[in-house]
């Protein structure tokens, strides 16, 4: 049932079936997590990326009473349009399919769909966590749990508590790598305080990583810092993400809903430099899970 689900695109079903390297994407952080024009801005940054590493990207939405693997530009612009797409984590699927409503999928709704399109490499920017205060849990860390393959990320979102959520991957059995780092990257920080005990220093060795872990339960996530250039001061991060959760809580914004709420806030709080930042580690993480996949090819 899931396999009639799933629909790739011709030019993703034709580098699969060559044996060339596809990323997966989410697009949820076009529809929710990055405000216009620069969610478009980072969809074609990030298409860029994996097309110089002569991959193909595969972005990933429900739409057509399908799983669609791989979207043109015009479904891009679709998704990317505020108010069009709805927020459709991995349980959500079906519901969103029942309703034949357009779906930006979030990470843990994407890997599911990369995996049974044979998709290995998936890319984001940072993936969701334990929030602070342990109120709520995201999908994502099930789900990796679950689902083989590597994500590439920053880390956990900025917004999030760093420490329990690697403990709590820790406990699913999740594999947290440092890319060329010993430290647990926080998003838009380049470094937490958080030590971690695997760490790789190119795509060759991530990808023998990844296919040595074949066949075994559960994701490898990848954590790459956000370039030098655009990380911000941890202190400064914390002290705004403390201001945004007040905020939060004095609006009443749960669910689905604060997570954006949070990353809007804490671009206003920043004065845009973590949007900034944003914006140059999904291009970043992009070209990075392009290099680990076309290294699997290679290994093929």
Known sequence: MAGSLIRPSDDVRVAL??????VA??????????????????CRAMSSAIRAHHAAPAWIAVMDGAVRIGL??????????????????????????AAGTLGATTVSATVWGAHRAGIEVTATGGIGGVHRGGRDVSADLAELARTPGLLVCSGPKSIVDAGATLERLEELGVAVVGYRTDRLPAFVVRHSDLPLEHRVDSPEEAAAVTAAGRGLPGAILLCNPVPESKGLPR????????????????EGITGKA???????????????????????????????????????????
């Open 258 to 300: 604060r997570t954006p709420f949070l990353l809007s806030c804490l671009a206003e709080e920043t004065s845009g430099a973590s949007l900034e930042a944003n914006l140059v580690l999904l291009e970043s993480n992009a070209a990075l899970a392009a290099g680990v996949a076309a290294a699997l090819a290679g290994r093929a």
């Open 25 to 42: 994407l989410e697009t949820s952080v076009l529809a929710q997590g990055l405000p216009p024009p620069r969610n478009v801005e980072a």
């Open 17 to 22: 079936e060559s044996g060339r390297p596809v």
């Open 72 to 97: 043109t530009d015009t479904e891009l612009r679709d998704v990317a349009t505020p108010g069009r797409a709805v927020k459709a984590a991995r349980r959500d699927l079906g519901l969103v399919l």
């Open 235 to 250: 202190g400064q991060v914390e002290e705004a993400v403390t201001r945004c959760e007040s905020r939060a809580d004095r």
